[in-house]
């Protein structure tokens, strides 16, 4: 049996409203996406162009380093950083619900490394090599309770990139 996706974001699809008058109980999510620190060159899929083509945001050139481990809803640490925020709530859900997020990322030189954070809650860093498909369950706080998640790119090197190419999430 497989699963069905909840809801999907992608840099072309930011925004979700999944409700269905028709079948008003079910469960369904509103949600958003943001990204702050997206970088862009004069050329090839760096472009804005390129990277919609792509249907990737593309951040860059202000990693944290490795060893901050802490965001605060502050300018510098979202946004004047690189940061991919998701923002959402599912409606008809339950505390004995989680959910699956499944992120699509890439890594583009530099050591890049994908911090997570539930709130302000570090909660898993990833190394970035390539393509990577990143899980992160998260319990279901109840119905109608919003979720801030934010990944923010980590590295020893000013030139790491990292590529966002969407989240899908899975309601269990």
Known sequence: MALQTFFSLTPKSPRVNSYNSANPTAP????????YGGIT???GYWTLAGQYNNDEIIVGYDPVGLNEQTISNTINDIYRRCVIRIYFYGKNV??????????ALRGIGGNPNAQFFIGSDLV?????????????????????????????????????????????????
């Open 124 to 172: 898993r860093t990833e190394p970035l090599t390539a393509d990577e498909q990143v899980p992160i369950l998260i319990p279901c706080p109840g119905d109608g309770i919003g979720i801030k998640v934010y990944i923010r790119l980590a590295s020893d090197s000013y030139y790491a990139r990292m590529g966002f190419k969407g989240v899908d999430c899975y309601l269990l």
């Open 41 to 43: 060159f004069s050329s």
């Open 28 to 35: 369904y999510v509103n949600a958003y996406l943001y990204s």
């Open 94 to 103: 339950s505390t004995e619900n989680d959910y699956m997020l499944l992120f």
